[in-house]
């Protein structure tokens, strides 16, 4: 097989580089480990950016979005259970949309088959090669047979579990890495949202959130121990630690419904330098992690394609390489604005198991500094709806 971009994975990050680059009149195949029927199902994200929504707009993946995702103004922070609210559109004029990344998904693979894209799903043992060259290609197993996708550039968008990074040798990388102390259990609740707004926790107990899917359906995470076993979380027990950690003093309640699905996800931060090596193009969660507090992965995905499609569309209509040689570097400015900020919010959030009085003092300082200086609310604000230069 031959194409002009091969792509490896189809989360966010691949399947809207491949219908991006479409728009551009650029070929693409991308190839998927896991079925079509999974990956839609995938319960991860749900907080875009207004530059996320207004790309998936412009570039014609908005009409369900527009249609079923919820637009807000504001977030809510809670401590002390009291309630204070951060204007995020008063603040900075932007607002966000809450639209699960699976609905995401759902369009864009419904868009790249429309037009006749092509996506592999269920392959296996893929393997990048020859990417310090020109003639890159990726070998894999498809159907049973062994399968060579030979192409100009190779966009590895798999992820942070995936294969692409490694094919980077040790010695032309540096990563940065750390890991939190604790990790989240997210609930998907077949009931209504107690608040119209995002609401984050900081409490004795550790840290809550509470967000939403639909006007039925309530989104929620709880701090717990890296790596907690799920059957230490029977449903009563979340509602019970939920109902703790979101209880304020003025009355307000938490609606209690079926729990459709539960999961545990780590929490790190994770940055691979450069994101480029040869013809080999790391891009979203392959190239870097941000611990979930300020629900940014999904957008920085966005952001990492949107300017690999504008930096291939240039060398392919001009032979113009240099947005292709800027690319890494460029994004790498955005990835470290944005880790700062999700380990910021993080850090002021959650409970770490070592924390003295001292550190509990700084955090309550924080929080209350954010929720009655307008100038540290806006500096909150403008990195929450995301920043348009970096
Ligand atoms: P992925 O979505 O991981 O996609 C990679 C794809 O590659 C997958 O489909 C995978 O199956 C495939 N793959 C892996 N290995 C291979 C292989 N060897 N061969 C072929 N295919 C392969 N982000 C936000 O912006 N806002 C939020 O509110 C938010 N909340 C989150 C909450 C949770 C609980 C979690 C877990 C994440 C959250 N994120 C959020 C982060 C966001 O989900 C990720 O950053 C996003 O999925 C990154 O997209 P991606 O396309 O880079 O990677
Ligand atoms: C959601 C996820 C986040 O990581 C976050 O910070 C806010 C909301 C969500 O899944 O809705």
């Excluded at 699960?100 to 419904?110: A, F, H, P, S, T």
């Excluded at 990726?138 to 968008?157: I, N, P, T």
């Excluded at 998907?188 to 926790?201: H, K, N, R, T, W």
Aim: charged share 25%; glycine share 10%; hydrophobic share 40%.
């Amino acid at each position: 097989m031959r194409t002009q971009v091969g792509i490896v994975g189809a989360g966010p990050a691949g399947l809207l580089l491949s219908h991006l680059l479409w728009l551009e009149g650029i070929e693409s195949v991308v190839l998927e480990a896991r079925g079509r029927e999974y990956i839609e199902q995938r319960v991860r994200a749900g907080v875009l950016e207004q530059g996320t929504a207004e790309l998936l707009e412009r570039a014609g993946v908005g009409e369900r979005m527009r249609r079923q995702g919820m637009v807000h103004h504001g977030i809510e922070l809670r401590f002390g259970r009291r309630r204070h609210r951060v204007p995020l559109t008063d603040l900075t004029g932007k607002s966000l949309t809450i639209y699960g990344q699976q609905e995401v998904v759902k369009d864009l693979i419904r868009a790249r088959l429309d037009a006749g894209g092509q996506i592999l799903f269920e392959v296996d043992d893929v393997r990048p090669e020859a990417v310090e060259g020109d003639r890159p290609l990726v070998r894999f197993r498809y159907g049973g047979g062994e399968q060579e996708l030979h192409c100009d550039v190779v966009a590895g968008c798999d992820g942070f579990h995936g294969v692409c990074r490694d094919a980077v040798p040790a010695a032309a990388r540096s990563v940065y890495q750390h890991d939190y102390p604790y990790a989240w259990l997210g609930v998907l609740a077949q009931v209504a949202p107690s608040s119209d707004e995002i609401v984050y926790a900081s409490s004795e107990r550790g840290f809550a959130l509470h967000s939403m899917r639909s006007p039925q359906l309530t989104r929620l995470y709880l701090q717990v121990e890296p790596d907690e076993p799920l059957e230490r979380w029977p449903d009563e027990r979340i509602w019970e630690e939920l109902q703790a950690r979101l209880g304020t003093d003025d009355g307000w309640t938490l609606g209690e419904g079926p729990i459709l699905e539960k999961g545990v996800t780590a929490m790190r931060s994770f940055v691979v330098e450069p994101m480029r090596f040869g013809r080999l193009l790391l891009a979203g969660d392959a190239a870097h992690i941000v611990p979930p507090t300020g629900a940014k992965g999904m957008n920085l995905a966005v952001a990492d394609v949107r300017l690999l499609a504008e930096a291939l569309a240039a060398w392919y209509k001009t032979g113009d390489t240099g947005p292709l040689d800027a690319w890494s570097a460029t994004c790498l400015r955005r990835v470290w604005r944005v880790q700062d900020f999700s380990t910021w919010m993080t850090t002021m959030l959650h409970r770490a198991p070592g924390d003295d009085d001292f550190q509990r003092k700084l955090q309550r300082a924080r929080l209350e500094y954010v929720a009655g200086s307008e100038a540290a609310a806006r500096s909150l604000a403008e990195n929450y709806v995301g920043l348009e230069r970096v």
